[in-house]
């Protein structure tokens, strides 16, 4: 599959398609990243890929999506940061939600503040430390306010400067 990638062109591209849905997981995993090479995207196969039983597949899928993270429904992705689902499909969505940006980055990581995962817990409650309002994030946005509060992440100095900076009254 790499071979492929490396060598064909985006005409290839259906023959690794194809080998998305093959029993092997190693197999599959290559196809997407071949795909990935390619440059060849399709946001909806992809995502259904998100959800594959294997590792791999799904974060080859990610890294696929990454610069197409803003065409994945975020409500869709949200759901993905369940406890009971696959570590990984957790992962990625959090990886996902993360370059979303904005009020949906906030939204993710104050989900998962107090996660039983500690890797994905301390992953989610620094994006919250170190988020800060942007041009996509309307000034005064009541939703903000009661994301940092629920996050219980900073002191009262620290709450009261993020709320002004993103345009509440703290």
Request: charged share 30%; hydrophobic share 45%.
């Amino acid at each position: 599959m790499s071979g492929l990638a490396e060598c064909g062109d985006r005409s290839d591209a259906e023959v690794l398609w194809a080998l998305t849905s093959y029993p092997d997981p190693v197999v599959r995993a290559r196809a997407v990243g071949g795909l990935r090479a390619l440059d060849v995207l399709d946001v909806r196969r992809l995502r259904a890929l998100l959800d594959d039983p294997a590792p791999g597949v799904v974060r080859e899928a990610t890294l696929a999506l990454m610069p197409s993270a803003r065409m994945l429904d975020d409500g869709w992705l949200l759901e993905r940061l369940a406890v009971e689902r696959p570590r990984e499909t957790r992962v990625s969505a959090f990886r996902l939600l993360n370059a979303y940006g904005g009020l949906v980055r906030l939204r993710a990581a104050v989900a998962l503040v107090d996660d039983p995962d500690d890797k994905l817990r301390r992953w989610a409650r620094q994006s919250v430390l170190r988020w800060h309002p942007t041009a996509e994030v309307p000034p005064g946005s009541a939703a903000v306010g009661e994301l940092l509060e629920r996050a219980r992440l900073f002191d009262e100095y620290g709450l009261k400067r993020l709320k002004w900076e993103a345009g509440l009254k703290a």
